[in-house]
């Protein structure tokens, strides 16, 4: 009996307290309809007597007068009324779309995640799959480029080592016709490479993106956007470069024996040290670029602009100059014994080409158009007659 008695002592309380609150429910639901009415009802009457000061008017015209202030009022109430919905609404919007975008980024968020761990699985589709989708991540999100593009060079740079390491790997020694295409020896790393270049044409936060001391003997890098890309002392021997934009990249030390790179855009690339023996560098972009101390033996410049590259101490015999443009490029100690030149190549004020060992020949006439071209990737490259 003495335990019920406390719970029988709170039960009038709590019904008290239900009580109240309904109470205050129903005045707070009563009191703006009230208050509208008193604003709606008594207000006008109010302002015209304020108005008419104690001046008698007919009860006609004050009645008119007051309809006039209550349609003014209800114009006021309705129009704050509308501007109040106004606000909700764009309120109630900006709270959707910011729940929106935070489970879009959540989604994001887990689609990066599984791609990621993709990446270092034993199966070469699941690889490949899981670049592709940072691919199209990337594509979509712009604040997760940057990581996309740094796993994507972070990937080549570990998975193809210059000098190779690994048992399937192709030692450095093997001849170029016996390398495999990389898109056949490694076929995710061809796609981290043509993700990267395509990547790359975005707006960036960053410059500069590390893919120095990699293998990409044959890598298919045809019209891919290289721009401002480190390859210092990377193996790019027989690489298809085919209209890809290497602005501003540096190349110093690189590889570079027979790759095409026929119509691509090196401006002020720096290809200092650079093996480019036997390349292809047909109506290439060469302006303002770096050759100092490179190796250019046997290297096809025909038609390409070289307006304002640097040559020193390069060596270019056995070139083939003819229609390059050399008019301000800076040739001091250049070696050109047998490089090749015609009546439409254009050199220095005052250099003596003759002196110098050009032989002056025939003029190829207009190149032949890109369809008609073998892949470079699969071409067969003749040994070179500079290599002892």
Known sequence: METGEPDRGRRPRRGRLVRHRAIVGLLAGTAVPAVLGTVLVVLPGMVVDHDLAGASVAAQDRLKAVNDVRTTLLQTVGGMVVAFGAYATWRQLRVSQDSLRATQEGHVTDRFSTAVDQLGSDKLETRIGGLHALWRIAEHSARD??????????????HLPWPPAGPQAPAAAV?????????????????????????LQ???EQSWVNLGVTDLRRADCDGLWLHEVNLDQSCMEAAGLYRANLTQASLVSANLRHADLKTAILRRTRCVLADLRGARLVETDLRDADFTEADLREANLRKADAGGAVFRRADLRLADLRGSDLRTADLLHARLTGALASEHTRWPT???YATAGVVVTEDPGPEPPPLLQPSGITTQHPPLRSIP
């Open 202 to 204: 975005q707006p960036r």
């Open 145 to 158: 480029r940057e990581a996309v593009i740094s796993i994507q060079a972070a990937y080549l740079r570990t």
């Open 350 to 352: 005052g250099f003596d």
């Open 175 to 199: 001849p170029i016709n016996d390398v495999v295409p990389l898109e056949v020896r490694a076929a995710d790393a061809q796609v981290a490479l043509t993700g990267l270049g395509v990547l």
